[in-house]
């Protein structure tokens, strides 16, 4: 009798999305400006080992404002924050660097216009979550939240005719898409955002494994229990057929018993992930006999965006006294 092969099907494309990319590198880079330590208000991406390697270089993450030394530097993180946390930052005479996923300010600039234009805002997120708590933050007095489908029931408008949706941009596609079939239901003329909110690299990532976990066993996803787009990975995986679904931030978290009559493994990460703990997974794996890596490609992802241009503008005037 002949031993299956034992295969791993590697998601692409996983980890680093631009928009943590961005966030990682403003904290690099303020380092190198502006001398340690740097603070960082809430965790700069929801992973621990990138937060471990900030740490050990200098940065200082903190929860609060207040927490920050009058006069210092203080960066905001990729989730984006709540107009008043600017302010805060101004009243303490800290210098804040924004690194605030532009995908993100997006869905701001879209909740500050429909509230000006006086419309109440249904925003589908997570409760709790840092990027719904900034986004609220915008027009608390416009924007209710709805966490998922179950959420319909409590939503009350004052106008029917004028109400919008817009999202997390982290989400489940296939859950929101239900919320939103729901909130329809309820409010006919409901509007719909101008552009998809949920971001390109959530959906992407979503996509190619929804492709391959009907071929797996197991579907393991690199990523933390705080990132909602690591998480919304492992249900998409164990919806679209994988047997079972596991996050793990690393390799050795990975029990053999997960492993065992299993000959396909999934494989993915969230869009903070770095991608050698990636590589550490499939190192892991293949000890373990599974040594046939397949990449399955969704989609070519280019996006690149820039740096925060107060930062930018500092680096210049650094580089130009040097
Ligand atoms: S997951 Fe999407 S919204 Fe979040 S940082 Fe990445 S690109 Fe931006």
Not at 15 to 26: L, N
Not at 209 to 222: F, G, H, L, S
Request: hydrophobic share 40%; charged share 25%; aromatic share 4%.
């Amino acid at each position: 009798m002949t031993t299956p092969r034992k295969r791993v099907l590697l998601a692409k494309p996983r980890g680093y999305c631009a928009g943590v990319d961005r966030a990682v590198q403003t904290v690099e880079r303020a380092l190198e400006t502006y001398g340690a330590p740097i603070y960082v208000r809430k965790q700069i991406v929801h992973n621990k080992h990138v937060v471990s390697e900030l740490e050990k270089r200098g940065a200082i993450f903190v929860e609060e404002n207040e927490e920050v030394p009058e006069g210092a530097t203080v960066i905001f993180s990729a989730h984006g924050v709540a107009p008043v946390v600017y302010e805060e930052a101004k009243e303490r005479n800290l210098r804040a660097i924004d690194a605030t996923c532009p995908l993100v300010t997006k869905v701001h600039h879209e909740a500050r216009r429909f509230a000006a234009d006086d419309y109440d805002i249904l925003l589908i997120g997570h409760e709790g979550h840092e990027e719904v708590i900034g986004t609220s933050g915008e027009a608390p007095q416009h924007i209710q939240l709805v966490d998922g489908p179950d959420g319909v029931d409590k939503v009350t408008v004052r106008d029917p005719s004028k109400v919008v949706w817009l999202s997390q941009t982290t989400l489940s596609v296939d859950e929101t898409l239900e919320t939103v079939a729901r909130l329809k239901q309820k409010l006919p003329l409901l509007q719909s955002p101008p552009s998809d909110d949920i971001c390109y690299a959530t959906q992407n990532r979503q996509q190619v494994v929804k492709q391959i976990a009907a071929e797996c066993d197991v579907v393991i996803v690199v990523g933390s229990r705080n990132s909602s787009n690591s998480v919304r990975l492992v249900e998409v995986a164990v919806d679209a057929g994988a047997r079972a679904g596991y996050l793990v931030d690393f390799a050795h978290e990975i029990q053999d018993e997960w492993l065992e009559g299993a000959t396909t493994v999934g494989l993915s990460s969230g869009a903070s992930v770095p991608e050698d703990l990636v590589t550490d997974v499939i190192s892991h794996l293949a000890a373990r006999g599974f040594d046939q890596l397949e990449e399955i490609l969704a989609a070519e992802e280019r996006l690149v965006f820039s740096l925060p241009q107060e930062l930018k503008r500092d680096m210049k005037a650094a580089a130009a006294q040097r």
